[in-house]
C-alpha cells in the first residue's frame, strides 16, 4: 500500500496552482538523465512562473547504487532548506561519474552512504550527523526516509514508468522533447 500524501509522492517547484502539471520521472545515477538535465533546467527556468513542476526520482535497478542516491535525495527534502532537494539534484548530476556501476563494483553499502554525504550536506541544510542518521534505515528518523523513498518508487510504478527520464503533461506521457524547440511546441500553447 501507498500512503495518500499532499504532495503526491514527488518534488514539487515551478508555479503549484498552474493548471499545466509536468512530471519528469528521472535517475539520478542515469546517464541519459544526466545528459537531459541541462535542458529540464532550462525549461523549468523558462516556464516556472506558468507550470507547475514535479520531479519523481526512480531508481532503475540495473543502476546499482540509484536506491542510496534516491533515498539521499529523500533526505536532503525532508531535512533541509526549501529546494535544498534540487541543490542535491545538480550536484549528484555533476558527479554522477563516482557511482557507476564499475566505479562501486567493490564498495559496500555503507561506502557509497559515504561517497554520498558530501553531496547532501553542501549546501542543502543537512549536518553531516543528521545525514548518516537518516540514511541508517533503522533509527526513528531513517525509518521514514526509507519508506518515503520506497513509495516515490511505487508511485512511479503505478505510473507505467519504465525508463527514465520520461515525461508527463497534465497526466499523459509525451515523448520527443528533445530539444527547448520542442518543449516550447508543447508547452506554449497550454499556458497561453
Not at 495518500?4 to 535517475?27: C, P, Q, W
Not at 513542476?53 to 532548506?81: M, W
Not at 548518516?132 to 514508468?161: D, H, L
Request: overall charge negative.
Amino acid at each position: 500500500m501507498i500512503p495518500l500524501t499532499k504532495d503526491g509522492h514527488a518534488y514539487h517547484r515551478g508555479n503549484l496552482a498552474s493548471k499545466t502539471v509536468v512530471e519528469m520521472f528521472i535517475d539520478l545515477t542515469c546517464s541519459s538523465c544526466l545528459q537531459s538535465w541541462p535542458l529540464l533546467t532550462k525549461v523549468y527556468e523558462a516556464y516556472k512562473d506558468t507550470v507547475h513542476f514535479e520531479y519523481r526520482v526512480f531508481p532503475l535497478p540495473y543502476h546499482q547504487q540509484a536506491f542510496i542516491v534516491s533515498k539521499a535525495a529523500q533526505l536532503v527534502q525532508q531535512l533541509g532548506n526549501p529546494e535544498a532537494v534540487f541543490t542535491f539534484f545538480d550536484t549528484a548530476y555533476a558527479n554522477q561519474d563516482l557511482i557507476y556501476n564499475a566505479n562501486t563494483l567493490d564498495k559496500t553499502y555503507n561506502d557509497v552512504v559515504k561517497l554520498v554525504e558530501p553531496w547532501a550536506v553542501q549546501g542543502t541544510g543537512v549536518t553531516e550527523e543528521n545525514y548518516f542518521i537518516g540514511m541508517n534505515s533503522s533509527t526513528s528518523v531513517g525509518n521514514p526516509i526509507e519508506m518515503e523513498t520506497r513509495y516515490m518508487w511505487k508511485q512511479v510504478c503505478i505510473e507505467g514508468v519504465f525508463a527514465t527520464p520520461l515525461f508527463q503533461i497534465d497526466g499523459l506521457k509525451v515523448g520527443g522533447l528533445d530539444t527547448f524547440e520542442d518543449w516550447q511546441a508543447t508547452l506554449d500553447p497550454l499556458v497561453a
